[in-house]
């Protein structure tokens, strides 16, 4: 177990880090038990399933060996534990439409998994649902290079994709911490938000089509690859964002913007929450078409991220810090608009301090700061996870009364996030899996959320976490249109049963 785990930290980007402090995925308690969550009325893989799937995968492509399913059973943040004996690797489409097609049939539920990195519990079984694993759909179907569009299998690592269309000038619309091991399939499936939304837009945006096959095995092609395409209800849509409750997203085609010729980083420092909203506001009106992403970090984020990742603070202490970044065609362009933007904040005293890194070492440097807060966290203990978006006017203040609540049960409360999307998250580190930690904090964070006009899950979906809490942010009327249209596309309930959906 302990060597699958090492290498799923590697892919994440966790080279340098130790591993001592990360827990053994058998420590990790079963969902089922932790939980208290009753099985569905769904068969039991037999002999018999096992010899159909060998059939139509051949035996490399059906895992059973319990070592070897172990990872998949788990989350990246190692909260859920399922209980599944198989894992499937299906190459093409026609092998994923044999495999559900027998599953409706027996009645078997299964889980799809991509790169296994979502934060919600929705890619791993909940008891002994297969495992269907995108891993070898990774496949470049085709790249118009003057439009600039992708289409793909949906196992594409984002990384390996982004390097890829490098080589052309090209780029992925979409860029996380993530990226070395999240697949294109499970970030459609999430709609990934991450860190340049702010400039390119959600996925809903960019993705064109996608392909998808239906828990009875229909392929359903919605693979378009034209901007414009107003035909009838844009079906597509609802597997962006649809956490694998509706259809196995198989391939996709995705728009890929021009590779910017000059990124520039500025990281900053500022005395409290106000400061760093007018650094969001400033950038906005003096960088205006050069921006490309505004993300902040309190000083708790920069403590776990020094002393895990061993990244030294680039500037002097502060209580907050902001990550403003600009990319464009234009080097000496936007480093004279960065440069003005940098001198008026300082003279208006918006920020105490900051460094601004033009070469890429320097940026990649800068934006680890930021990037690496998860994986800082997670060593340092049992992570509760919220990623909520809320108006900014009240947006920090959540951050303060959830650390005041918890502060005698919790090893530390931080906030982060996509400050230019209006998207918090907000981390609590707790020594254990703690039932009286996580009262304390939930239902009260999504009741404050909502009575705030906020999302409870602003990009890392519901998934398993939060099914039930879906009426804090959807209305009962649409909650009951969602689950008509579960019931259409899986009759069922084969596909990722106990997600999402309450
Ligand atoms: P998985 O975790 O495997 O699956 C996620 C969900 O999608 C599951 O419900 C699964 O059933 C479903 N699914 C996967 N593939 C398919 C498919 N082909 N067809 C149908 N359903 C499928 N998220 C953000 O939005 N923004 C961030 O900035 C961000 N940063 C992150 C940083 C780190 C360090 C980590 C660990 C995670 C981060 N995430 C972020 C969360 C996560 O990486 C994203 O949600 C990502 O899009 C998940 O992709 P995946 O391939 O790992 O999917
Ligand atoms: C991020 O923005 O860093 C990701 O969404 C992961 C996280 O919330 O920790
Ligand atoms: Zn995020």
């Known amino acids: 177990m302990l060597r699958s785990l090492a290498q799923s930290l590697r892919c994440a980007g966790w ?26 009325d769904y068969a039991k893989v037999s002999e018999l399933d096992l010899q159909e799937f060998t059939s139509i995968l ?47 049939q027996r009645r078997l539920a299964v889980v799809p998994q991509g ?51 490098a080589e052309k000038g090209l780029m992925m619309p979409l860029d996380l911490g993530a990226k070395g091991s999240c697949q294109i399939g499970g970030n459609v499936s999430t709609n990934a938000g991450g860190l340049r939304l702010l400039r390119y837009g959600s996925l809903r945006g960019n993705v064109l089509g996608v392909e998808a096959v239906l828990a009875d095995g229909t392929v359903m092609d919605c693979l378009s690859t034209m901007r414009k395409d107003n035909t009838g209800y844009d079906l597509k849509q609802l597997f962006v964002g649809g956490e694998g409750t509706l259809g196995v997203i198989t391939a996709l085609s995705i728009l890929t913007p021009p590779k910017p010729r000059s990124v520039n980083v500025a990281y900053m420092g500022c005395n409290d929450f106000e400061q760093v909203k007018r650094v969001y506001t400033t950038a906005k009106r003096m960088l ?39 990319s464009g065609s234009n080097d000496e362009h936007d480093k004279e608009k960065l440069n003005s933007f940098l001198e008026y904040i300082m003279d208006e005293g918006i920020i105490q301090d900051g460094t601004v890194a033009t070469d890429l070492t320097k940026v990649k440097g800068l934006w680890e700061q930021r990037e690496r807060i998860a994986e800082a966290l997670l060593l340092d203990g049992v992570v509760y996870k919220y990623d909520v978006s809320l108006p900014l006017s009240v947006y920090y203040n959540l951050v303060e009364i959830i650390r005041e609540r918890v502060k005698d049960v919790a090893r530390c409360t931080v906030g982060y996030g996509h400050v230019g999307d209006g998207n918090l998250h907000l981390n609590v580190v707790g020594d254990t899996h703690s039932t009286d930690l996580l009262n304390l904090i939930e239902p009260f964070l999504f009741d404050w959320t909502a009575s705030h006009k906020g999302s409870i899950s602003a990009e890392h979906g519901l998934g398993f976490k939060k099914a039930q809490y879906i009426y804090h942010s959807k209305s ?23 997600k999402t959906l309450p």
């Open 15 to 40: 080279r340098q880090l130790s591993l001592s402090h990360v827990r053994r995925v058998s420590e990790v308690p079963l969902t089922a038990e932790h939980y208290n969550v009753t099985r569905g």
């Open 58 to 104: 051949g035996s490399e492509g059906v895992i059973t060996d319990p070592h070897d399913v172990g990872p998949y059973n788990v989350d990246w943040l190692r909260i859920v534990r399922g209980q599944s004996s198989v894992v499937l690797r299906p190459r093409t489409t026609g092998q994923v439409s044999k495999i559900l097609s027998h599953c409706n």
């Open 115 to 165: 790169g296994n990195t979502g934060l919600v519990g929705g890619s791993n079984p909940v008891f002994d649902e297969i495992v269907l694993s995108t891993s070898l759909m990774n496949q470049v179907i085709s790249l118009d290079e003057t439009a600039g569009i992708l289409v793909c299998q949906s196992g594409c690592v984002l990384e390996q994709l982004d390097g890829m269309l």
């Open 288 to 326: 205006g078409e050069v921006l490309s992403a505004v993300e902040f970090l309190d000083s708790h984020c920069q403590r776990v991220v020094e002393q895990y990742c061993h990244l030294p603070n680039p500037i002097s202490p502060s209580p907050f810090y902001a990550l403003v970044e600009t």
């Open 476 to 498: 009962s009327i649409a909650v009951d249109f969602m689950k008509n249209i579960k019931k259409l596309f899986d009759s069922n309930n084969i596909l990722n049963p106990y």
